[in-house]
C-alpha cells in the first residue's frame, strides 16, 4: 500500500500543486472569460498520455525518456513565454496579448497532463504482476494505496484552488506566487530533460554540466518540497488576512454570509495544511520506512581462467541478485552484477550506470533500484543500456555456465577508479 501511496504522490503533487494555483489565478483575473482554452489543454495531454500509455502497454517501441523529451522541451518554452506575458496582459486589454496568453497557457496545461499522466494509468497494470489471482491481500493493499494517494491528492487541489480563490488574497500576491511555483517547476523538467539528454548520450558530457545534474539527482526531491513552501506560505497568508480582517455587512444577513464565507475559506486552509502534512510524511517518513531494508551484501571476488570469469548457472538461478567483483591488471575493483530474468535470460551488468556512476544498485521483490537516484527498473529491462540501467556486459552461455571475458571487465575499469 505503502509503494503506491508514495509513487502516485510523488509523481503527481507538484503538477497538482501548480495547476490549482494556475486555475485560481485565472478565474480570478478573468471570472467571465471562457476558458476552452483549459478544456482543449487537458483534452491534448490526455490523448498523448492514452496513447503512450497503450504503446508501453502493447508494443516494444515506446520509450519513456524520448517520451518525456516530446513533454518536458515543449513544457520548459511554453513556461518561460507564459512568466513573461503573465503580468503585461492581466494588466492591460489587449485581444492579441489576451489569446496569446491563453494560448501559452494552453500549451503548459497540455505538456504537464503528458507528463504526470501515463504514469497514473499505468501503475494499475503492475498491480497483479507475479501474482497467481487478484484475490489477496497483497493486490488489495497496492489498490488502496493508489486511490489513497489519487483521493489525497485531489483534496489538496481542489482546496488549494479555493483557498487560493479567496478575495482575502490579492491577485498581484497570487501571480507572485504563481510565477515562483512555475519557476521551480521549470527548474525541474530542465534537470529531467539534462539527465535523459546525458544518458542517452544525446549532447557531450561537458563537466559544466555534469557536475550540477549529479549534486541534484540525489535532492530531486527539494523541488516538491519548494512548491510545498510555497502552497504552505499562501495558506499561511490566507490565515492571517481572515485573521486581521473580520467579516462585516450592512445588515445582519449579510454580515452572516461573511461570516459563513470566512468559515469556509478556513476549512479549505486547514485541509490544504493538513494535506500537505500527510502528503510530507509519506514522502519522508513513508519513504524512509519503504526503503529500511537496504543491506548491500560485499561482492564476491571470481578468479579468472584464460581471460574468462565461468559462473555456474545453479549458483544465480534463483531470481535474487548477485554483485560479483574482479580486479584488473592495475589493481582496479570492477563490479558487477547477475540476475536470472527467465528460464533462458539473464540481466548481466556493471554495478554502475552512464548518469549516477559506479553508485551500485540493490534488488526490491521484484525490481532493481538504483542506490544513487532511487530509481526503479523491471528486472526484465536489466541488460539493456538506457538511462539508469546498469552499463550492460556481455556474455555467453556454454556447458551450463555464464561465461563473461575479463577484456570486456578491463575495458570498463575506469567507471570504477
Known amino acids: 500500500m505503502l509503494q503506491y501511496l508514495i509513487k502516485v504522490t510523488n509523481n503527481s503533487l507538484s503538477t497538482v500543486l501548480v495547476m ?13 472569460e471562457k476558458k476552452t482554452y483549459l478544456r482543449w ?11 503512450y500509455a497503450v504503446l508501453k502497454r502493447n508494443t516494444g517501441f515506446a520509450v519513456r525518456e524520448y517520451y518525456d523529451l516530446g513533454a518536458l522541451l515543449p513544457s520548459i518554452v511554453a513556461s518561460f513565454c507564459f512568466l513573461c506575458i503573465l503580468w503585461w496582459i492581466f494588466w492591460g486589454n489587449n485581444k492579441v496579448y489576451r489569446l496569446t496568453l491563453h494560448f501559452f497557457i494552453l500549451c503548459v496545461v497540455a505538456t504537464w497532463t503528458a507528463y504526470c499522466l501515463p504514469d497514473l494509468l499505468l501503475y494499475p497494470f503492475e498491480f497483479a504482476v507475479g501474482m497467481d489471482t487478484i484475490f489477496n491481500t497483497d493486490f488489495m493493499y497496492k489498490v488502496i494505496g493508489y486511490v489513497l494517494g489519487l483521493l489525497v491528492l485531489f483534496l489538496i487541489g481542489l482546496a488549494y484552488f479555493f483557498a487560493a480563490s479567496s478575495e482575502k488574497l490579492p491577485l498581484l500576491g497570487l501571480k507572485s506566487i504563481l510565477a ?3 519557476l521551480v517547476m521549470g527548474a525541474f523538467q530542465s534537470l529531467t ?10 549532447i557531450p558530457r561537458y563537466k559544466w554540466l555534469m557536475g550540477p545534474v549529479m549534486w541534484f539527482l540525489p535532492r530531486v526531491n527539494g523541488f516538491m518540497y519548494a512548491l510545498m513552501g510555497l502552497a504552505l506560505i499562501l495558506s499561511l497568508i490566507l490565515f492571517a488576512r481572515l485573521r486581521s480582517m473580520p467579516p462585516t455587512g450592512e445588515n445582519p444577513a449579510q454580515l452572516r454570509k461573511a461570516k459563513t464565507g470566512a468559515r469556509r475559506q478556513k476549512r479549505f486552509g486547514g485541509v490544504v495544511l493538513t494535506g500537505l502534512l500527510f502528503s510530507l510524511l509519506v514522502l519522508t517518513v513513508g519513504q524512509s520506512y519503504a526503503n529500511r531494508t537496504v543491506e548491500l551484501s560485499p561482492p564476491v571476488e571470481l578468479l579468472a581462467t584464460e581471460g574468462r570469469i565461468i559462473i555456474p548457472l545453479e549458483n544465480v538461478n534463483d531470481g535474487k541478485l548477485y554483485r560479483f567483483m574482479y580486479k584488473t591488471s592495475d589493481g582496479t575493483e570492477v563490479r558487477y552484477i547477475v540476475i536470472r530474468k527467465s ?75
Open 20 to 32: 490549482s494555483l494556475l486555475l485560481a489565478v485565472l478565474f480570478r483575473a478573468e471570472p467571465t
Open 343 to 417: 528460464d533462458v535470460a539473464y540481466g548481466v551488468g556493471l554495478d554502475a550506470c552512464d548518469v549516477c556512476g559506479a553508485t551500485g544498485y540493490y534488488q526490491r521483490k521484484d525490481q532493481v533500484i538504483c542506490i544513487l537516484c532511487d530509481v526503479v527498473m523491471n528486472i526484465s529491462t536489466i541488460g539493456f543500456a538506457g538511462g539508469c540501467n546498469p552499463v550492460p556486459l556481455k556474455y555467453v552461455i556454454e556447458s551450463g555456465s555464464l561465461v563473461i571475458e575479463t577484456s570486456a571487465l578491463e575495458a570498463e575499469k575506469r567507471r570504477f577508479r
Open 41 to 51: 489543454g487537458w483534452a491534448l495531454g490526455f490523448a498523448a498520455a492514452l496513447i
Open 193 to 202: 530533460v539534462a539527465q535523459i539528454l546525458l544518458g542517452r548520450n544525446l
Open 180 to 182: 515562483l511555483e512555475v
